[in-house]
Structure formats: structure tokens, C-alpha cells
């Protein structure tokens, strides 16, 4: 039987690999590299450097294969998600059938965890149900970029008994999370916090979290919406490519 692990890799610093990861990634006799095109290459460098840090056979495969463009097409977000997601379904199939002999493990390293916004295990999922390579999985967890913004600003995420709304920017932009105080979003590219009346709010905003790029901005959103948007745009310009986490609290009183 074939073996796919999904191994959360952390938020980019190579020092969030978790021992039970390190496990992991030396059980792997290949390892699955989707590249992003051009001006992201540093995202699978992290991952060649994971494997060369904490790989002790050398003699592991990297595969890499050019990650599918998700594209805007009839204007419905969930459809052109389904799109990519057909498109990934082919390429996951064809590298677990392909490129694994029988009884082998081969792994995807998956940028924070893989439970929080990322599509790896839905798809291999949709392989399974396809019935036509026959694999087992293995999750392992990863530090998110949501714990590395609260550490860095030294934070808890939710008040004492209170939630905590983990979200995404375009759902952030059709208004304020009813019932919610503190909102932690994600998979924001075009500062959906601009379309909140600021007031009585504060932000804690951190891009490349856990890389030497990382940017960190704080304070009433009124004072710093103007910054964030400022910085952000200078470095997407830089680095071809933004990702960046931020949590909303709105002031008691």
C-alpha cells in the first residue's frame, strides 16, 4: 500500500518543524513540490531547505510539478475554486500513481497547517473516492500563521470564556462577523479591513510571519490603516507575492 503524509511545515521559519514532522519527513522516500511560477520560487526553496535540514537519507526524491493557476472565470468564487481544485485533483492522482512504487511514502509539505485554509487534504480526499490508486494518509500539524501573529505581538487570541472568528478577507469586506469581538483574518488581498467603520477597533497585522521578510504593524486600525496598506503594497512589489494574517478587536466599551 502507498503512503501520502501531509506534513504542516509552520508559517516559513524552518524552526517550527515539530519533532513528530521531523518523524514524518524522514519516513518520505519522495516528496511532492508544487511549484507557484515565477516570483514565488522562495516557497518551495523553504521546503527544499526543510528537507536538506531534517531529511538524514540523502538519497529522498523531490518531485517537483507546476502548481495549477486558480482563475477568475464566471465571477463565482466558489466555482473557480472548483475549477483549480479539478485541475490539482489530475496532478495529485497522477504523482501518487506515478511516481510511488508499492509500499513507499511520499509527502506534501503544507505551508502552516493543514487543517486552516489549505486545499491538500480535500483533494487527496477526491482521489480516494476516484478508487483508481489505492494510498493511506497521515496528517501531521504544523504551526499556523495565526499562533506566530499572536506570539509575536505576545497576544491571546479571544477574551476570557469569549470566541475568536477565524475568517477570510472577502467575507470580512460583507461586514463585520455578527457576535464577534475578536476576528483573526486570512487570505485577505485587498485589505478588506478599509470597508469597517474603524472606530473602536485595533489591529495586529504581520506579514511573511516566521520568514526574514516579516512585517509587523499595530494599533487603532484609524491610525494605521493607511500604513498597513502602504507597507503591504511596497512589499508585494518586492517579493512578487504577499501573505499576510491579521486580528481585529474591537475595544471593550
Known amino acids: 500500500m502507498k503512503k501520502v503524509l501531509v506534513i504542516g511545515i509552520g508559517a516559513g521559519d524552518p524552526e517550527h518543524v515539530t519533532v513528530q514532522a521531523i518523524r514524518a519527513l524522514n519516513e518520505a522516500d519522495a516528496f511532492f513540490v508544487l511549484d507557484k511560477g515565477a516570483g514565488k520560487e522562495d516557497l518551495a526553496a523553504l521546503r527544499e531547505e526543510i528537507c536538506r535540514r531534517f531529511v538524514d537519507d540523502p538519497a529522498y526524491r523531490t518531485i517537483h510539478r507546476t502548481d495549477p493557476e486558480r482563475r477568475l472565470r464566471d465571477g463565482s468564487y466558489q466555482a473557480d475554486?472548483?475549477?483549480?481544485?479539478?485541475?490539482?485533483?489530475?496532478?495529485?492522482?497522477?504523482?501518487?500513481?506515478?511516481?510511488?512504487?508499492d509500499g513507499e511514502a511520499g509527502a506534501f509539505l503544507v505551508w502552516g497547517d493543514p487543517a486552516l485554509y489549505d486545499s491538500t487534504l480535500r483533494i487527496l480526499d477526491q482521489v480516494a473516492e476516484r478508487g483508481e490508486v489505492?494510498?493511506?494518509?497521515?496528517?501531521?500539524?504544523?504551526?499556523?500563521?495565526?499562533?506566530?501573529?499572536?506570539?509575536?505581538?505576545?497576544?491571546?487570541?479571544?477574551?476570557?470564556?469569549?470566541?475568536?472568528?477565524?475568517?477570510?478577507?472577502?467575507?470580512?469586506?460583507?461586514g463585520w462577523p455578527e457576535g464577534a469581538d475578536d476576528v483573526v483574518v486570512m487570505l485577505d488581498g485587498s485589505c478588506s479591513f478599509t470597508a469597517l467603520d474603524p472606530t473602536g477597533l485595533d489591529i495586529w497585522w504581520g506579514a511573511y510571519l516566521g520568514t526574514p521578510d516579516e512585517i509587523l504593524v499595530s494599533g487603532p486600525l484609524a491610525d494605521r490603516s493607511e500604513e498597513i496598506q502602504r507597507v503591504r503594497a511596497e512589499a508585494r512589489a518586492r517579493k512578487g507575492w504577499m501573505f499576510d494574517t491579521y486580528l481585529l478587536r474591537r475595544r471593550a466599551g
Open 81 to 101: 475554486v472548483a475549477a483549480w481544485h479539478a485541475q490539482r485533483l489530475d496532478l495529485y492522482q497522477g504523482l501518487i500513481a506515478d511516481e510511488l512504487a
Open 134 to 174: 489505492a494510498f493511506t494518509v497521515e496528517v501531521v500539524p504544523g504551526i499556523s500563521s495565526v499562533q506566530v501573529l499572536a506570539a509575536r505581538f505576545g497576544l491571546a487570541l479571544h477574551g476570557v470564556g469569549a470566541p475568536v472568528r477565524i475568517t477570510t478577507g472577502r467575507l470580512l469586506a460583507q
